[in-house]
């Protein structure tokens, strides 16, 4: 069975540093795109990041350009989401989700992580 798993969500005080965690179960992940969205209270779902297959190619929304990292390690079937400079804006429930290509649609949701940016 396909499966999801987000970690790495927590409370950090602004400028601060998170890293996140998508480990994959019941599928090769490294055959497909992984991307990050983020869902605040209130707000509709957004794209934050998303890598290629093979890792070749990265993309950012503009408000985390710079400050966020996404990267694979298809060894270990996980895809990882490093950020940094964190601001209160930040705060969101985090989902990672498998895709067929970047911008592509999604096949399947993880359950999300929470991230708190706040003194």
């Known amino acids: 069975q396909l499966q999801l798993v987000e970690s790495g969500g927590g409370l950090v005080q602004p400028g601060g540093s998170l890293r996140l965690s998508c480990a994959a179960s019941g599928l090769i992940l490294d055959y497909y795109a992984v991307g990050w969205f983020r869902q605040a209270p209130g707000k509709e779902r957004e794209g934050v990041s998303c890598?290629?297959?093979?890792?070749?190619?990265?993309k950012y929304a503009d408000s985390v350009k710079g400050r966020f990292t996404i990267s694979r390690d298809n060894a270990k079937n996980t895809v990882y989401l490093q950020m940094n400079s964190l601001k209160p804006e930040d705060t969101a429930v985090y989902y990672c989700?498998?895709?067929?290509?970047?911008?592509?649609?999604?096949?399947?949701w993880g359950q999300g992580t929470q991230v708190t940016v706040s003194s």
């Open positions: 989700a498998q895709q067929y290509y970047c911008s592509g649609p999604v096949g399947s």
């Open positions: 890598i290629s297959s093979r890792g070749g190619s990265t």
